[in-house]
């Protein structure tokens, strides 16, 4: 075929990633002024403040970058294994998907600039931002939720089509992300729509904090699932193609998801555990579910070392490690990944200790769990993502990438690599030692020991400078994707080591699932939510202290 | 669904793993006392009502016992009620926080003093201060244009 | 090439040989000790300052 991509397919798929990436790039900068300022190296000018930068950085890299290119990249695979080509109804949901999302994305990101919102990307009450941000979000949430049914359109009609035959892996895997995102969105569409919304207005003048809080970490944590899960996608479904190899396991790979599914959601009191307003009791059973949803990702690290090993092998390779050198380092379309599976160990460990209980107080929003989620959503996620970028466009656009375009990103994702290491490396330590996260300036007032987190502040904008170059670098080669000669660039899908017959059917009985998250959720949340309802606290009228 | 040997070792290798963490956490918590912050019942408070609630109508330190102390605190945009706190090497204090205002957060950096203040809500947590020295407590959570300002000392002598 | 991926020739009983997966094992072991090890670490470091 001529095309690797149906072309109206790719031009949803590249609307998509461009945006991400314009978003990257802005959120991108914020960032890097914020390193500056905290240490020490420039001032803002008048006109722009450090918690505005702040919450624009948050937005843009958290909100929109991750899900403009999630929707992008899944689109994009849904329509090459399901035949090559999305129906009408899927593309036209897509984009009146993307539309909402922009028109929000556009609205928010209006009112942050206006510091009309700048209550960070959190937007805890009772700090109350106008009320067009929080339409602006939901503008996004809606969006995706089209978007998601426009994925889901695709999925169901090639199943009619295919009755009895098993869904593509890639296929599989995207409805299971959507599934968890309509899940996890009904949490802050609530609180957004039936809080924020008319308090912002005035039309009601308190609003509930705590539930407010519940219901944001009800969809904040699988929030971060929703990033992981098309990673995987990418670790489980195109790497092995890259790398010469096959999918080690189909089953375990949809059963992955499956827990992912379930146990990504009744857990979001692990970003509260220094409430008050919640028992222990409920803490601690949310904090048991939150280590049961580890145990999906250690069946991923056992997939992707198996697949590598098996591949290496199979190549001739022997050893214990031998096989190692049979993976392609100088592919970026390997090399980012793997940079990605590396940074979410020290990841994970670190979101282990964040989840655990009391222990919690030694890190809590300390710049330590800063430094956690740069190695988890802006390195896993990220770094990932760049990687893909580099063959997505070009197959989406009918060009062929070319070694320059893959030298520009190996150079592109070690700076980032680099950078990352330096700035999340101070994070971790800086945070041990007691720095508090998202302020502007850590020295108060000439403080003794304070003063102990000035030099990891330095390493820390040291690190975003170097992540800002790795972005410069990402720009010119976006710029040189443009002039690439046109031709063949593959769409790399793997193919099981195992028949298709080998995979249990029941993996694939959507509404057990749904059902059994639903379950879930209620056994973690419905007692102390209804308490939270039933004996209220006091409700806050709204602050704008900035 | 077939599963490779070596994996099943694997995840149930994980498994275990898990569940040390989970009951070391949970004898410490529940057994031990190490408990994270919390209000055992649930005590609001009216937020614009701080002046005329007690024990919030008057923010300070108490002595309620041989070197232990209650210490009821207000956090509020951009400092602490009361400000600096002088206490005796040694010392046990009872924190008890809320906010009158927006979401604060009260770190006592070196220590695992580290909870959030809610406007409506109670939080407590105790610690007991051995070792002699300035300590520095902060807001870490971002309440507006005056967070990385908001701090104070608490010093035991 | 392609063949070598398949699965393995079957066993005399019959079932197929599992692949030779120990570097995977000893992959993910070690990935397992630095979980072990960072977690009693800030766990110590958690009861130090308790």
């Known amino acids: 075929m001529a095309q690797t991509i149906d072309r109206a397919d790719g031009k949803l798929v590249l609307t998509h990633i461009i945006f991400a990436l314009a978003a990257l790039m802005i959120g991108g900068i914020a960032g890097m002024l914020q390193g500056m300022v905290r240490g020490g190296v420039i001032e803002l000018p008048g006109g722009i403040g450090y918690y505005q930068l702040l919450t624009a950085h948050g937005v843009l890299m958290a909100l929109v970058f991750t899900t403009f290119f999630i929707i992008g990249f899944m689109f994009s695979g849904l329509s090459k294994v399901t035949g090559g080509k999305l129906t009408a109804t899927s593309r036209g949901l897509g984009w009146v998907g993307f539309w909402l999302m922009a028109v929000g994305t556009a609205i928010g990101t209006v009112m942050i600039l206006a510091n009309k919102a700048t209550v960070l990307y959190t937007f805890y009450a009772p700090l109350k931002a106008s009320p067009w941000f929080y339409i602006a979000l939901a503008l996004v949430v809606v969006g995706s939720w089209l978007s998601g049914a426009g994925m889901i359109a695709q999925y169901v009609s090639w199943r009619k089509n295919h009755k009895g035959k098993i869904s593509p892996l890639f296929a599989f895997m995207a409805v299971a992300t959507m599934g968890l995102w309509y899940i996890a969105t009904l949490g802050v569409a609530i609180t957004v729509l039936f809080q924020f919304i008319p308090w912002s207005f005035g039309w009601v003048e308190e609003i509930n904090v705590m539930l407010s809080r519940t219901l944001f970490w009800y969809f904040g944590h699988p929030l971060v699932y929703f990033w992981l899960m098309p990673v995987y996608i990418c670790w489980y479904v195109i790497v092995p193609k890259i790398i010469g190899g096959k999918i080690f396991s189909d089953a375990l790979a949809r059963l992955a998801f499956v827990l992912l599914l379930l146990f990504s959601t009744p857990v979001g009191f692990h970003h509260q555990l220094m409430e008050p307003g919640i028992t222990p009791f409920w803490k601690f059973l949310q904090v048991i579910l939150t280590f049961i949803v580890v145990v999906p990702s250690l069946i991923t690290a056992f997939a992707l070392f198996a697949t590598f090993e098996t591949t290496g092998r199979a190549k001739g390779y022997k050893g214990l490690f031998g096989w190692f050198k049979a993976l392609p380092w100088k592919d970026v379309r390997f090399l980012a990944p793997f940079m990605g599976m590396v940074a979410f160990i020290p990841g994970g460990i670190g979101g282990m200790i964040n989840a655990s209980h009391q222990m919690n107080a030694l890190v809590h929003n300390t710049i330590w769990v800063t430094g956690h989620f740069h190695l988890t959503v802006a390195t896993a996620v990220a770094i990932t993502f760049f990687g893909i970028a580099y063959w997505l466009i070009p197959a989406i656009t009918g060009r062929r990438m070319t070694e320059a375009i893959n030298r520009l990103g190996i150079i592109q994702v070690s700076l980032w690599a680099l950078g990352i290491l330096v700035m999340s490396g101070a994070m971790h330590i800086s945070g041990l030692l007691g720095a508090p996260r998202r302020t502007s300036d850590t020295t108060y007032n000439g403080n003794e020991i304070a003063a102990q987190w000035d030099p990891y502040n330095v390493l820390m904008a040291i690190g975003g400078v170097i992540l800002f170059i790795s972005l410069i670098f990402m720009a010119v080669a976006l710029i040189k994707m443009i002039r690439l000669p046109k031709g063949e660039t593959e769409y790399p899908v793997a193919e099981s080591l195992m028949p298709a017959e080998a995979t249990p059917r029941w993996l694939e009985r959507w509404g057990v699932w749904v059902g059994l998250a639903a379950v879930l959720i209620v056994v973690a949340y419905a007692i102390p939510i209804a308490d939270l309802l039933a004996n209220p606290a006091p409700g806050a009228k709204g602050f704008v202290l900035w | ?157 | 090439m392609a063949n070598d991926l398949q699965r393995q020739p079957a066993n005399a009983d019959g079932r197929e040989a599992e692949p030779a997966l120990w570097g995977t094992f000893a992959a993910v072991l070690i990935i397992g000790a630095l979980f072990v090890a960072g977690w009693f670490g800030a766990f110590g470091l958690f009861l130090a300052r308790n």
């Not at chain 2, 994996?7 to 190490?34: D, N, Y």
């Not at chain 2, 602490?80 to 204090?93: D, M, Y």
């Open chain 2, 1 to 157: 669904m077939h599963i490779h040997r070596l994996e099943k070792i694997w995840i149930a290798f994980g498994l275990v793993m898990l569940a040390v963490f989970l009951t070391v956490l949970g004898i410490f918590a529940f057994s031990q006392g190490v408990q994270t912050p919390h209000s055992y019942a649930h005590q609001g408070v009216d937020p614009e009502k701080l002046s005329e609630t007690p024990p919030f109508d008057q923010p300070g330190v108490y002595q309620i016992g041989e070197n232990e102390y209650e210490a009821v605190i207000v956090t509020y945009a951009f400092g602490f009620n009361p400000g600096e706190i002088t206490v005796p090497a040694g010392a046990r204090i009872h924190f008890v926080v809320t906010s009158p205002d927006v979401v604060h957060g009260f770190e006592i950096a070196g220590t695992t003093v580290n909870l959030m203040s809610i406007p409506g809500e109670v939080n407590r947590v105790t610690y007991t201060f051995d070792k002699p020295g300035e300590y520095l407590i902060l807001c870490n959570e971002y309440c507006g244009i005056g967070h990385q300002a908001m701090y104070t000392k608490l010093i035991v002598i």
